[in-house]
């Protein structure tokens, strides 16, 4: 596709109950990032893929987050047992190349969790 | 604790020149400065970028003093279309680790 897609923009889930957010990067972009923006706040920097590999899983608040990207495209974010302080939106963004800052990110439109 | 500040707010008349400035006291030595814009319900889109000096391309000015320890994105003669947060994003050091780091943003209001 011509940008970053994301799905679903929007999901609505229950306490305790895991989720699954999907991105697809910008063909053949090599690096993927992951953030989360709460209502009104900034971008918290969650994880960053080179290819398949995540050298920086810094971000990732707790074990209750993983990420995972197979064939160095699509990647998967999932939260198990979520909470209610996991409601923010969930931003994806793509780059060519690699983990020097000096690639422009193509940013997503997002994923809005609500956790009830 | 590395931190990247930058005002919360800034209001601004169509037609004037705006000045946003970035602190980041421990940039990365090998990190370049991103400057991105936000619309609500999107995702940030990149704006400009350097290193050192002085940058300019056809939206946007960036100022980087030698230290490097903040920069100054300049927005000439703002429209009300310019209205919008905007973020600077670096690479800082914390501790031996380095972390990409979003600054917390600037709402940015343009008014007629």
Known sequence: GAGVSQSPSNKVTEK????????????GHTALYWYRQSLGQGLEFLIYFQ??????KSG??????????????VSTLTIQRTQQED???????SSLGWWGNTDTQYFGPGTRLTVL | LAKTTQPISMDSYEGQEVNITCSHNNIATN????WYQQFPSQGPRFIIQGYKTKVTNEVASLFIPAD???????????????????YCLVGVLSGSARQLTFGSGTQLTVLP
């Open chain 2, 31 to 34: 990190d370049y400065i991103t």
């Open chain 1, 60 to 73: 990732l608040p707790s074990d209750r987050f993983s990420a995972e990207r197979t064939g160095g495209s």
């Open chain 1, 16 to 27: 305790g109950k895991d989720v699954e957010l999907r991105c697809d990067p910008i063909s």
């Open chain 2, 68 to 86: 490097r320890k903040s920069s100054t994105l300049s927005l000439p003669r703002v429209s009300l279309s310019d209205t919008a947060v905007y």
């Open chain 1, 51 to 56: 290819g398949n590999s995540a050298p920086d």
């Open chain 1, 87 to 93: 409601s923010a939106v969930y931003l994806c963004a």
